[in-house]
């Protein structure tokens, strides 16, 4: 490895960190004491590699980034299917990755894993292959997550909280911490457990992100309608659809949970 093929006057990489000639490193790239950064990685403008950072391959970098001590990003899916195939890890702009976290690359089911802008993923978080993350999403302390998660816009996952391949977190849900999550959490909700249930709708993040009353008074009765009634799910999602969904955040609470396939954290 040698000096980045990129990088402006104002870019600063540590003596003892190595970059692969093929890096591009933007305007104000801060480069900390023994980081590695490997081939084809990108750099966003003002973004921070902390001491010991190491990134593999294969990545995308937004701006304003800051990557804390001893993370560690891009690198091989730990997929028996992978077989070696170009893939890559993509992290959006000003998204904080703390101390230890692993972020790994995708496979060829989809060819990347994704993380949105203004995310932060706490110390010893781990997003695996070929999971997309929204933008604002949090994860707490040794969050992990298996293969395939999709993680919308605004979710919240509590500390030391397990999540199976494939489900699916909705937008604005919040997970308690220590949940062990094998179905899909719906979008506005709150759930907590193992196994995990529904705990009303996520009323305080719905009233710090300015949702008017309307919407909130919408969602929760939807909420009500689906979760809270004798009626058979199928037929609460039509009697909702019917009523309320003219309101985009029941429309989408209606959807998500229609093309749900491993089911719906009730």
Known sequence: ?????????????????????????????????????????????GTELGPRVYIERDTVLGRDCR????????????????????????????TVVREFATLNRGTAASGKTVVGSDC???????????????????????????????????????????IHQFVRIGAH?????????????????????NPPKLYGLNTVGLDRRGFGAEVRAGLKSAYRTLFHSRIVLSRALDEVDADVASLPEVGHLISFIRASERGITQ
């Open 1 to 45: 490895m040698g000096m980045p093929v990129s990088g402006g006057a104002s870019t600063s990489v540590h003596p003892t960190a190595l970059v692969d000639p093929s890096a591009e490193l933007g305007e104000g790239v801060l480069v900390g004491p023994f980081a590695i950064v490997g081939p084809n990685v990108q750099v966003g403008d």
């Open 67 to 94: 990557i804390g001590h001893g993370a560690v990003l891009g690198t091989d899916p730990q997929d028996l299917k992978y077989k070696g195939e170009v893939t890559t890890l993509e992290v959006g702009d000003r």
């Open 120 to 162: 932060l993923l706490m110390a010893y978080a781990h997003v695996a292959h070929d999971c997309e993350l929204g933008s604002h999403v949090i994860l707490s302390n040794a969050v992990n997550m298996a293969g395939h998660v999709v993680m919308e816009d605004y979710a919240i996952v509590g500390g030391l909280t397990a």
């Open 173 to 193: 849900a919040f997970v308690g911490g220590g949940s062990r999550v094998p179905q899909d959490v719906p979008p506005y909700c709150r759930v907590a457990g």
